[in-house]
């Protein structure tokens, strides 16, 4: 059975994208950014999406929000209602607004985490459904508390899981479902608990060894049958394959400079969370 969700992403093209600042480890500020060869990469990314079958719609980017391109991390769609992310650093509070308003105007109903300092939740770049449940990250950007404000406005059970690992700060890097048995999985960024946890919820999981995590394959995003990676070592590769999977990689070098890559740059639109039935 392929994935029931995944077929319809917004995004938000990279004209002010940039490394100018420092949240995560994998940023470093001196590096430059290649500006046009974002702008290429994103645009292939775009066309790979729909190739495989996805629709693509588009959030206008803003001056002065140059990690707004990672869209995942905007909110968390349930259907018709949208949850809008509360992030961690204040570079990225100013997305909000943007976002928020993009839902709106296309009527969806806007539910609030609330105004709770302790609840940091960045959006779908930390919270993947996975059969039923979702599968919600916390330690160094979303809070512990999160995964309970999650569940008070989905009626999907919410399993946290602890990303002990700080290369690996949101779930989105270490989860990727693939689709109701499968997903691939990164249990060296969890706790051992919240390993256990994930290993019984996913029947049949392809194990990440850490030199795979580290290309990001993990933060990819399935399309019926197609996974769209942006990188795909060769031992994942022939493991996809023969679970009947086929492999696109998009080259999205410039935004792994962020920290961030395919799954990152997608917010998936058609997720229902609230009528799921645990798998
Ligand atoms: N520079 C961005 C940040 O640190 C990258 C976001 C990556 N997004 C994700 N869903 N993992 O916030």
Redesign the pocket.
């Known amino acids: 059975m392929t994935i029931d969700w995944g077929r319809r992403y917004l995004m938000c093209a990279p004209e002010h994208y940039d490394?100018s600042y420092s949240?995560?480890p994998?940023?470093d500020t001196t590096v430059r950014v290649d500006r046009d060869r974002a702008l290429a990469q994103w645009d292939a990314l775009v066309a790979t999406l729909e190739e495989a079958g996805a629709a693509v719609e588009f959030l206008e980017p803003r001056a002065g929000l140059p990690?707004m391109v990672?869209t995942?991390?905007a909110g968390l769609v349930d259907g018709r209602a949208f949850l809008p992310a509360r992030?961690r650093?204040p570079e990225?509070h100013g997305e909000r607004t943007w976002a928020e308003a993009w839902f709106r105007g296309r009527d969806y109903e806007i539910r609030d985490l609330g105004d709770d300092p302790g609840i940091v939740q960045?959006?779908?770049?930390?919270a993947l459904p996975f059969a039923g449940t979702l599968v919600a990250g916390y330690r160094s950007?979303s809070s512990a508390a999160a995964a309970e404000a999650l569940g008070r406005l989905v009626s999907a059970p919410v399993l946290p899981v602890d990303l002990q690992d700080p290369r690996y700060?949101?779930i989105?890097?270490t989860f990727c479902p693939l689709d109701e048995r499968r997903a691939m999985v990164v249990p060296a960024a969890w706790t051992a608990e919240d390993a256990a946890r994930i290993a019984e919820l996913v029947p049949e999981a392809l194990v990440l060894e850490p030199h795979e995590a580290a290309t990001f394959c993990a933060?990819a995003v399935v399309v019926g049958s197609t996974v769209v990676m942006p990188a795909c070592p060769p031992r994942v590769g022939r493991a996809l394959e023969a679970w009947g999977f086929d492999v696109a990689v998009a080259d999205v070098g410039e935004f792994v400079k962020?920290?961030?890559?395919v799954?990152?740059l997608t917010l998936a639109l058609d997720v229902t969370l609230s009528v799921m039935v645990g798998g």
């Open positions: 490394v949240i995560n994998w940023m990690d990672f995942a991390n992030m650093h990225r960045e959006g779908s770049g930390d950007r700060y949101h989105d890097l933060n962020a920290g961030g890559a799954r990152c």
